[in-house]
């Protein structure tokens, strides 16, 4: 398997030559993120990518393994987890009174791009616990912020979201988790949700749920869903247990990913944003989860392009059109013959072509989150993305 070499010069010309990050950053008053930082933020990023998680990606194929509730993740994992942690990584782009570092969200998607490229299985930790982190961000009281943002920032914590159940994944209207409310404000959780990308393992002392339920009595359909969260463990007692892992899945690919059987009984959660709006409030983690898809697509044709090239730069067969490239090998390498060098050039089209769209997406997310745009440049940015984030994500992963 060829080793993972962060495209640091691709990534640079779509942020600056393509889309111009600089006149953005200063229209998002993000002018911290100066042209130097970006670049060296990109080079650490590029180091930590190829020397620390590439080398995990054959250990991350053996799998998690489960025991009576209890996920392992593959050799490695945890280690590399706890560097990223140590070198402020999770924080990069939240909100400052929360223990982030305020840089926009475009230039973490950048950092998502090396990481996942590098290891998948192992970007997806972060990258749910980042989706939880803008839920909370935007729906989340003072108090949950203080309990939970602040230690899914540091990264301390990591987090999910929960909405496929076992009779539904698709029409979440179906959905039937219940969450009673309390006397003291909090509510009881019972239901099971399937599937649950990182959903159980052992890289950070707690895990931070994003579950939909439905309150007593809510309408039927989509319109009766409300959004809790609910800590694997209690916040003030960490060795209570409030969430039980059943199982994980047995996958063809992101073997390194537990993707959990989460079991609700009982479990206390908290709600989050208004009664019965739960869905539109979940659409916060969705449209970064879309953009996250959009990239995962992108990335494979990066890391394809990548094999492929050292490839058929080795592979000798025939010999080119023109005559022999390399008349003292006993034939030319197959980079020298036209539909090769043609379906070369198309990986290398859908990953350049697909990094610039993705950027330009989340380069739109900024400005539907700075604190100085206008409702009409919301509104606008919000247009834009709704066309072409879906788009995105069904172009690169399809093709
Ligand atoms: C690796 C992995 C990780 C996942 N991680 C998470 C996670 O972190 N959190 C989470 O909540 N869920 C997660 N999921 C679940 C995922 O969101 C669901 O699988 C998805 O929503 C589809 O639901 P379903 O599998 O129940 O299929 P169904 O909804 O039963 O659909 C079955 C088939 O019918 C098609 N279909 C359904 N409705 C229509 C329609 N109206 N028109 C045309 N076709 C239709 C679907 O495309 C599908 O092919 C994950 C799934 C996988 C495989």
Redo the contacts with the bound molecule.
């Keep these: 398997m060829p080793e993972y070499r962060a495209p640091i010069r691709d990534i640079q010309f779509a942020l600056f030559d393509v889309l111009d990050s600089e006149t953005h950053y200063q229209r998002i008053q993000a002018e911290e993120a100066s042209r130097d930082l970006v670049e060296a933020i990109i080079n650490e990023g590029a180091k930590f990518s190829e020397e620390v998680l590439a080398p995990l990606y054959q250990s991350g194929d053996e799998g998690c393994q489960f025991d009576n509730g209890k996920v392992t993740t593959p050799a490695g994992f945890k280690e590399a987890y706890h560097q990223y942690v140590e070198g402020g990584w999770p924080s990069l782009s939240g909100d400052p009174a929360y223990g982030g570092q305020g840089l926009p969200e475009s230039l973490s998607l950048a950092l998502n791009e090396m990481i996942n490229t590098a290891n998948w299985a192992w970007g997806m930790y972060p990258g749910?616990s980042h989706g939880a982190k803008l839920t909370l961000s935007q729906y989340g009281t003072e108090d949950q912020k203080q309990t939970y943002l602040s230690k899914l920032t540091s990264g301390e914590w990591t987090g999910?979201?929960?909405?496929?159940e076992p009779h539904?994944?698709?029409?979440l209207g179906l959905l039937k988790t219940r969450a009673e409310p309390q006397a003291d404000g909090s509510y009881r959780i019972n239901g099971t949700?399937i599937?649950?990308?990182a959903g159980e393992h052992d890289m950070a002392e707690n895990i931070v749920h994003i579950v939909l339920a439905r309150l007593p009595d809510a309408p039927g359909g989509t319109k009766g869903i409300s959004l809790f969260i609910v800590p694997r463990n209690e916040a003030e007692s960490l060795n209570h247990k409030n969430v039980n892992c059943g199982s994980i899945e047995h996958?063809m690919g992101?073997h390194g990913n537990a993707?959990a059987v989460l079991n609700f009984d009982d479990a206390q959660g908290f709600l989050i944003g208004p009664e019965n709006e739960g869905l539109r409030c979940m659409f916060t983690f969705m449209n970064f989860a879309r953009l996250g898809t959009a990239l995962q697509g992108m990335v494979a044709a990066e890391l394809s392009y990548q094999g492929s090239l050292a490839y058929a730069k080795d592979r000798l067969a025939m010999r080119a059109l023109s005559g022999p490239v390399f008349p003292e090998k006993p034939a030319d390498p197959i980079i020298v013959h036209p539909d090769v060098r043609r379906m070369l050039l198309t990986q290398r089209a859908i990953s350049e072509g697909g990094r610039a769209m993705i950027y330009y997406c989340s380069q739109l997310g900024d400005v539907v989150h700075a604190k100085n745009s206008s409702e009409e440049d919301i509104e606008e940015a919000e247009a834009i993305m709704s066309v072409l984030t879906p788009i995105a994500k069904a172009f690169l992963t399809e093709t």
């Design positions: 749910l999910t979201m929960c909405l496929t539904c994944g698709t029409d949700k599937f649950i990308s996958k992101i993707t």
